[in-house]
């Protein structure tokens, strides 16, 4: 993991590009340009890009990232909200010939993948993401989205890249629910000076590597009842599993039962399983 300071600042200022156009970064959308030409190559090089790769950028802004990618993959589908951002960067790109870059305008959430099965058996994901986005956008296409991407790099706050990376006993709803799709590292911090205009926090690179359902396959679970079961176990942290469990198997005394038949303490808290460890004790319960 590398830490970043003395950022070296990119040849295009947004603040002199965005003004000329009578713009302002939008707080509402958590919009929060990349300003920094090392983290900008940090990204890059997490990602392992190789030519024929196809990848999903969301929020490209002004396509400072965008170019990057254009310049090491087959092609590059980004995807915009702002309007006002979009009709800029569309004109930027087509006067610059990236004709293997497609713009689109919509909300991320609503982008479909299955758009991009077409150009290939998978698809990375590389993103600067709006902060507020990143629980939604990570249950959208680890979870729910059946196209799921192989990779994922993702610049995310700092506390939500440790919350995510945490091993027992530090674990949380957030860190299973993305562990059990893929494997997760911080591949550089991120100093908040690295945005304009700079957000209240420092902020990391998130890989999410190797992404599939193979979790649930080769420990034979049922997606819906693992994520129930460990949603219950979360739903009173300061209580004890076999206390937090109870409606979940029925009674106190039945989670009971299921833990010891697991090998887990009774008074086991939830931070404390591991991943392999719910898978056991979700198979106790048919």
């Known amino acids: 993991m ?4 003395n950022n070296i600042f990119i040849m295009e200022d947004p603040r002199t590009t965005l003004h000329a156009h009578g713009y302002s970064p939008n707080k509402l959308m958590g919009q929060n340009f990349l300003v920094s030409e090392l983290v900008l190559k940090e990204i890059i090089s997490a990602a392992s890009l190789r030519k024929d790769d196809v990848v999903l950028e969301a929020g490209p802004g002004l396509g400072v990232l965008t170019r990057e990618l254009a310049k090491k993959v087959r092609a590059v589908f980004s995807v ?36 991009l099965r ?31 991407p192989s990779s994922m790099v993702l ?21 299973l629910s993305v562990q059990a799709y893929g494997e997760p590292e911080i591949a550089a911090w991120v100093p908040r000076d690295s945005f304009w205009p700079a957000p209240k926090v420092d902020s990391a690179i ?15 679970l049922d997606e819906k009842n693992f994520f129930e079961l460990i949603r219950s176990g979360f739903s009173q942290k300061r209580k004890t599993l076999s206390n937090s469990l109870s409606m979940f ?19 086991a808290r939830p931070e404390e399983l591991s991943l392999i460890d719910w ?8």
């Open 2 to 5: 590398k830490h970043r300071s």
């Open 80 to 115: 915009e909200k702002d309007k006002m951002l979009f009709n800029l960067l569309h004109k930027r790109l087509t006067k610059e010939h990236m004709r293997n870059v497609a713009l689109s305008c919509e909300n991320i959430l609503d982008f479909s993948p299955e758009i």
């Open 118 to 148: 077409s150009r290939g058996a998978r698809y990375k994901i590389v993103a600067n993401i709006p902060y507020y986005l990143t629980a939604r956008f990570l249950r959208k296409f680890l979870a729910e989205e059946s196209f799921k």
């Open 155 to 175: 610049l995310v706050q700092r506390e939500v890249a440790e919350r995510i990376t945490a091993r027992p006993p530090n674990m949380s709803l957030l860190s």
């Open 206 to 220: 998130l890989k999410i590597s190797k992404i599939s359902e193979e979790f649930f396959q080769k420990q034979k």
């Open 249 to 267: 198997f029925s009674d106190k005394k039945a989670a009971g039962e299921a833990l010891k038949k697991s090998g887990l303490a009774t008074r």
């Open 279 to 286: 898978a056991i004790l979700s198979r106790t319960k048919h």
